[in-house]
């Protein structure tokens, strides 16, 4: 397995409408854009058991997926859930990367974002952890 690009890591939570600002910022910068693909989809969601160590799907995840290109490079975006614009737009953002079209824009807004994402987490994580029982002590 190898390691993702926490770039897009970021771009597939990012918050949609922030996603989608810039995306709309970007494309001027970026057009003739072909989009090569823009659908929902089902994907399987695979986990691995603990115990015994076998790989197995516990169910779909339903997501829009989208595929650009300009100037002979591709951007891609695939989030959760059924929107095609924060795909298309995560799309975008991939492909200026790819370009280095407007990348002080770009990566500030992947620093907000993973700030942001990172702070969810924990608060998340806190919620989980006070919910907790130790079970030595019944």
């Known amino acids: 397995m190898t390691e993702t690009d926490p770039s897009l890591d970021t771009l597939a939570r990012a918050r949609p409408d922030a996603l989608k600002a810039l995306g709309d ?4 910068a970026l057009e003739p854009i072909e989009v090569i ?3 929902t989809g089902l994907v399987m969601l695979p986990m691995r058991d603990t115990a015994e160590g076998t790989a197995f799907h516990l169910g779909e995840v ?6 650009v ?11 959760r859930g ?4 924060a ?3 995560m799309a975008l953002v991939d492909l200026a990367l790819s370009l ?3 990348p ?3 990566r500030d807004f992947l620093a907000d974002e993973a700030r942001a994402l990172r702070q969810a987490d924990d608060d998340a994580l806190r919620k989980v952890e006070a919910t907790r029982v130790n079970m030595e002590t019944f």
Do not use: F, K, Q, W
């Open 62 to 67: 339903l997501v829009s997926e989208a595929h």
């Open 37 to 39: 693909e823009s659908r």
């Open 104 to 106: 002080d824009a770009c």
């Open 87 to 89: 795909a298309m737009a």
């Open 25 to 28: 910022r970007l494309i001027g």
């Open 100 to 102: 280095n079209v407007e």
């Open 69 to 79: 290109r300009a100037g002979g490079t591709d951007g891609y975006g695939v989030r």
């Open 82 to 85: 059924r929107d095609l614009e």
